[in-house]
């Protein structure tokens, strides 16, 4: 009975980088010999076992056996014959299928670590074209890792299971787990280029996918590509280091360039309500978690909008105020202004001009929270107390009026 640090873990201790989670294997154990230590199961394909004193996981070695289309059509077999490299050469990439022993030493049997130094992402063998979400782990691993490359041989297999349907087996909410977690490393652009390579992103985002080739009017976006252009927003926000929600209205808040008809590019006029169609469509068709939807939606309908606030007028201000819920849920309202300036800043030059309509709408906002509705409500009974219907518009009346009296105070500020 041998166990080995795996994976992950030794990885990132050759790269370096700090160790979050270690994954253990254990080599010639039966799972009565691990009940016997102390050790608690909790797998269910199986056997993994929690230390009895650390929690950490120790998995038998195993190895497993394709029987149905998916990443879920696997059969599992463990046995104390199952040896170290057996369990290894089942994993997706090189530089995940290495292991350390107890005394330190590295077993790297498909060279892993000459793959770190090359910057590779390589697969350790063919049967990776059996598990479909390895695709979107390699993209995930090139947002966390952007210098690495994919193999040629690697991409090509990517491609032949895109081309032979495994991506289409892939269930929307681990699709959609595998999407947040590369949005949320340091270059999510590398995902996206990863699954536009092997054709997997036309079959999983095709609505996102359709924007590369897109042109938008170079006075506005030097970078005049549409898809271009949202990789660059989508790079901003992770540089801020900005929260998933706000990455996913990145993300999504152009999908309506992609439907403009081509005789009418490098315009794109209406496209907001375009974008929000589909903002809904995909988030259904993917299970969007609510909070990420929500402001993907009113970015997506909205940040043209933001981006006009200056000329706004303060009755307009309000009902754009109200069309978001912003009085009940002003932070949702002020993370749509952080995604609209991404928009604004993920663009060719465009990264370091002011954005002053972010500051402009909050301190709008602001003012019109600070009317008492309560007591506005008081003042509208009492002076039409058989028309409760002007209580509403009295309210509103007077949050027109403290957002033009602040207006008035606060010179517009220079784009």
């Known amino acids: 009975m041998k166990t080995y640090v795996v994976g992950g873990a030794v990885r990132d201790a050759l790269l370096g980088v700090p160790v979050k989670d270690r994954d253990y294997v254990v080599v010639g154990a039966t799972p009565e010999q691990m009940l016997a230590q102390g050790y608690v199961p909790v797998g269910k394909d199986f056997p993994v076992f929690l230390h009895p004193v650390t929690h950490a996981e120790y998995a038998l070695a195993r190895t497993e056996r394709k029987t149905a289309p998916g990443y879920r059509g696997f059969v599992f077999h463990t046995d104390p014959g199952v040896t170290l490299e057996e369990d290894l050469v089942r994993r997706d990439l090189t530089i995940n299928a290495m292991a350390q022993d107890e005394q330190g030493v590295i077993v790297d049997p498909f060279g892993g670590q000459q793959d770190l130094e090359r910057r590779l992402f390589r697969h350790v063998s063919a049967a990776f074209a059996e598990d479909p979400v390895r695709i979107l782990r390699v993209a995930r691993f090139a947002a966390r890792f952007p210098e690495f490359s994919v193999a040629d041989e690697t991409n090509a297999l990517m491609r032949t299971m895109v081309d032979n349907g495994e ?81 996913c209205a990145a993300l999504l808040h152009d999908l309506g360039k992609g439907v403009t008809p081509p005789d009418q590019w490098p315009r794109h006029h209406g496209h907001e309500a375009h974008s929000a169609r589909l903002v809904e469509a995909v988030c259904r068709r993917l299970k969007i978690p609510n909070d990420c939807r929500d402001l993907a939606l009113m970015t997506a309908r909205e940040h043209g909008n933001v981006g006009r606030a200056l000329e706004l007028r303060p009755a307009t201000m309000v009902t754009l105020f109200e069309r978001c819920d912003a009085f009940r849920k002003p932070q949702r309202f002020l993370d749509m202004l952080v995604a609209a300036e ?33 007591a506005v409500a008081a003042w509208a009974r009492e002076r039409y107390p058989d028309q409760p219907e002007r209580i509403p518009e009295a309210i509103r009346a007077r949050r027109v009026e403290n957002v033009r009296e602040w207006l008035e105070r606060n010179a517009s500020p220079e784009e």
Do not use: N
């Not at 092997?198 to 898809?227: N, S």
């Open 342 to 374: 991404c928009d604004h800043r993920g663009r060719t030059g465009f990264e370091d001009r002011p954005f002053p309509q972010r500051a402009w709408l909050a301190g709008a906002l602001e003012q019109a929270s600070r009317v008492d509705g309560g």
């Open 167 to 247: 991506a289409d087996a892939l269930v929307p909410e681990r699709v959609w787990q595998e999407l947040a977690r590369g949005l949320m490393e340091i270059r999510p652009s590398r995902m996206f280029a990863v699954l536009r390579e092997c054709g997997a992103l036309q079959r999983i985002l095709p609505e996102l996918d359709a924007l590369w080739g897109v042109p938008q009017p170079e006075k506005y976006h030097p970078e005049i590509d549409t898809g271009v252009h949202v990789m660059m927003v989508v790079d901003h926000a992770a540089v801020q280091g900005y929260s998933l929600p706000i990455r």
